[in-house]
């Protein structure tokens, strides 16, 4: 489920980088930087690390990525999917601790 949900942000994000949108510099930063740490969770996933192991990077991260997202003018679409990501990461630590 979180996967998927890493997957769907990425997707998105990677839908408004190539998609012929005339982004501002700002947004391409804000989109590439958000899209940069969304790839170190995806990451410590992919190495099958124990998510409990990284939750408290995770939370940072995806609070980072919350952050660079709202610095876009695509907050509107971007902040929704992350703020649920937060709230996977979150019931997680609380479900798991």
């Known amino acids: ?3 998927a949900k890493l997957n769907q942000i990425d997707s ?3 839908f408004l980088m ?3 949108f005339n ?3 700002g947004d391409m930063g804000a989109l590439a ?3 940069e740490n969304l790839s170190r969770i995806t990451y410590a996933i992919s190495l099958d690390a124990d998510l409990f192991d990284v939750l ?3 939370v940072f991260v995806c609070k980072r990525i919350h952050k660079e997202c709202g610095n876009s003018s695509y907050r509107e679409e971007l902040q929704p999917l992350v703020g649920e990501l937060i709230k996977m990461v979150e019931e997680y630590e609380i ?3």
């Open 1 to 3: 489920m979180l996967r």
């Open 12 to 14: 998105k994000i990677d």
């Open 18 to 20: 190539s998609g012929g």
């Open 23 to 25: 982004l501002n510099s």
């Open 33 to 35: 930087n958000a899209r």
């Open 56 to 58: 408290p990077a995770a």
């Open 95 to 97: 479900k798991y601790s």
